[in-house]
T-cell receptor
């Protein structure tokens, strides 16, 4: 079993919908949590970065971390066709801060 | 350029051939990382440099993989005697500080071994 699990999708939603993307993990040492967006044939782009448990909001994006459940989420409000991409969660431990462990990615399609 | 630059973008190698992949990080970035991304998977850590020092190479899958950053800027990932299982996207990333949490990726070098 992988340390970080993510539903591969694809997840198809209509434009304007609220999107919920999730990851579960098994390593309780993870303290830093990130979400990356990756367009086809491009490198991952950092969207959100959070430390420990709690919520963080940035525009249409909200990241939530629940360390007690080992569960993180990314919410996208008012989704746009340009949000169509693969979303990767990533995390790291305090004593291994230079290595990110990624989920497998969820492919999102927002239909106009 | 403003971002992390990688070359070649696409490489087809015959099995057994040696390949070299180049990464030009964002100017002034101290930390440099290599990740491997198989088709349909998330990136997996290969190695980490702080300036010219290779501080972590725990993710390199075999001794056929070698990375260097001799002057603390440009880095090269070399794969000797390529095998079909080496086919993947090789992503380079850099960070201005010492942390690997907020890093900036290049577009990757797509390697296909035939």
């Amino acid at each position: 079993q992988k340390e970080v699990e993510q539903d591969p999708g694809p997840l198809s939603v209509p434009e304007g919908a609220i999107v919920s993307l999730n990851c579960t993990y098994s390593n309780s040492a993870f303290q830093y949590f990130m979400w990356y967006r990756q367009y086809s044939r491009k490198g991952p782009e950092l969207l959100m970065y959070t430390y420990s448990s709690g919520n963080k909001e940035d525009g249409r994006f909200t990241a939530q971390v629940d360390k007690s459940s080992k569960y993180i989420s990314l919410f996208i409000r008012d989704s746009q066709p340009s949000d169509s991409a693969t979303y990767l969660c990533a995390m790291s431990a305090a004593n291994a801060g230079n290595m990110l462990t990624f989920g497998g990615g969820t492919r999102l399609m927002v239909k106009p | 350029g403003a971002g992390v630059s990688q070359s070649p973008r696409y490489k087809v190698a015959k099995r057994g051939q040696d390949v070299a992949l180049r990464c030009d990080p964002i100017s002034g970035h101290v930390s440099l990382f290599w990740y491997q991304q198989a088709l349909g998977q998330g990136p997996e850590f290969l190695t980490y440099f702080q300036n010219e020092a290779q501080l972590d190479k725990s993710g390199l899958p075999s001794d056929r993989f070698f990375a260097e950053r001799p002057e603390g800027s440009v880095s090269t990932l070399k794969i000797q005697r390529t095998q079909q299982e080496d086919s993947a996207v090789y992503l380079c990333a850099s960070s201005p500080g010492l942390s690997g949490n907020t890093i900036y990726f290049g577009e990757g070098s797509w390697l296909t071994v035939v």
